[in-house]
T-cell receptor
Framework: AQSVAQPEDQVNVAEGNPLTVKCTYS??????LFWYVQYPNRGLQFLLK??????LVKGSYGFEAEFNKSQTSFHLKKPSALVSDSALYFC????????????FGTGTRLKVLA | EAQVTQNPRYLITVTGKKLTVTCSQN?????MSWYRQDPGLGLRQIYY???????DKGDVPEGYKVSRKEKRNFPLILESPSPNQTSLYFC????????????????FGPGTRLTVL
């Protein structure tokens, strides 16, 4: 079955430190991979995506993600965390199975401590 | 401003009372979708639509209906709501991707928090 896993419910990091939010997937074919962020009482906002090409993808607000095909991972990273980065982060995959479908991970709450 | 709008944003209702949550997008997107968000479960797709008059079930369609009579609108209908449909609902739309019937980045509405008593 197709799936997306975010193994950490919560990640705590000190402001100024690098952060990583993990995502692994299990889907057939060549999926599109996405990261979204959700702030309290808001909808999901698109951060970045990987379709093809360079394995390191840069997105909004200084975030980047590294696609690793052999490990089927797409971890979200930022070199220096800000308190304002505190939010809920979702990894998502778009894949083809007769039609295009999306599945989302369960989300990781990032808490950046001042 | 390009956006996806949902109404109402908050709704408290009782079991069995039919309700509709509206979704509208002004980006001329063909693909639209409904999700529910529950703690620990992430977002789960309810229904999606590839274009006008074309809809299909997602992963959790039971108890829901949709229609797509116009490109910009994709209402979610709960004919007889039950307490297990208490959730946060999101509508999303996506522009075409690179291939036939392909899709791309989804853009989300602000969400509708539904409570069924």
């Amino acid at each position: 079955a197709q799936s997306v896993a975010q193994p950490e419910d919560q990640v705590n990091v000190a402001e100024g430190n690098p952060l990583t939010v993990k995502c692994t997937y299990s889907v057939s074919g060549n999926p599109y991979l996405f990261w979204y962020v959700q702030y309290p009482n808001r909808g999901l906002q698109f951060l970045l995506k990987y379709i093809t090409g360079d394995n390191l993808v840069k997105g909004s607000y200084g975030f980047e993600a590294e696609f690793n095909k052999s490990q089927t991972s797409f971890h979200l990273k930022k070199p220096s965390a800000l308190v304002s980065d505190s939010a809920l982060y979702f990894c998502a995959v778009r894949f083809y199975t007769g039609t295009y479908k999306y599945i989302f991970g369960t989300g990781t709450r990032l808490k950046v401590l001042a | 401003e390009a956006q996806v709008t949902q109404n109402p944003r908050y709704l408290i209702t009782v079991t069995g009372k039919k309700l509709t949550v509206t979704c509208s997008q002004n980006m001329n997107h063909e693909y639209m979708s409904w999700y529910r968000q529950d703690p620990g479960l992430g977002l789960r797709q309810i229904y999606y639509s590839m274009n006008v008059e074309v809809t299909d079930k997602g992963d959790v369609p039971e108890g829901y209906k949709v229609s797509r009579k116009e490109k910009r609108n994709f209402p979610l209908i709960l004919e007889s709501p039950s307490p297990n449909q208490t959730s946060l609902y999101f509508c999303a739309s996506s522009p075409p991707g690179q291939g036939i019937l392909d899709t791309d980045t989804q853009y989300f509405g602000p969400g509708t928090r539904l409570t069924v008593l």
